[in-house]
């Protein structure tokens, strides 16, 4: 699975954006989705995730702000990301995997495929 993220850039505190990643190469509908991210200087960390059949599934601190989505017909993950705030700025990746499921405890290990990440800035 080919992945590719994009829709990161510059924004504002308070504003939103939603990043979107194209899957190409396998079955899309196939695969759970999930999305990662790693802020300058620290871990990469889960961030959400879908399964094959749409149930999600979110890091803790982010719910209510961050929800994910998959649309099967055009092969595509997204993240709207709500009320964005400083600390949320880093590398966002998306990543395909057949062994995610929701409540997972160990997201980053049960994917297989991952796509180059996307920058997002948030400045207060």
């Known amino acids: 699975v080919q992945l590719q993220a994009y829709g990161g850039g510059l924004v504002q505190a308070g504003e939103s954006l939603r990043l979107s990643c194209a899957a190409s190469g396998r079955t899309f509908s196939n695969y759970a989705m999930g999305w990662f991210r790693q802020a300058p200087g620290k871990e990469r960390e889960f961030a959400a995730g879908?399964?094959?059949?749409?149930?999600?599934s979110y890091k803790d601190s982010l719910k209510g702000r961050f929800t994910i989505s998959r649309d099967n017909a055009k092969n595509t993950v997204y993240l709207q990301i709500n009320s964005l705030k400083p600390e949320d700025t880093a590398v966002y990746y998306c990543a395909a995997g057949q062994r995610f499921r929701s409540g997972s405890l160990d997201p980053k290990g049960s994917m297989d495929y991952w796509g180059k990440g996307t920058l997002v800035t948030v400045s207060s």
């Open positions: 879908i399964t094959w059949i749409g149930v999600a």
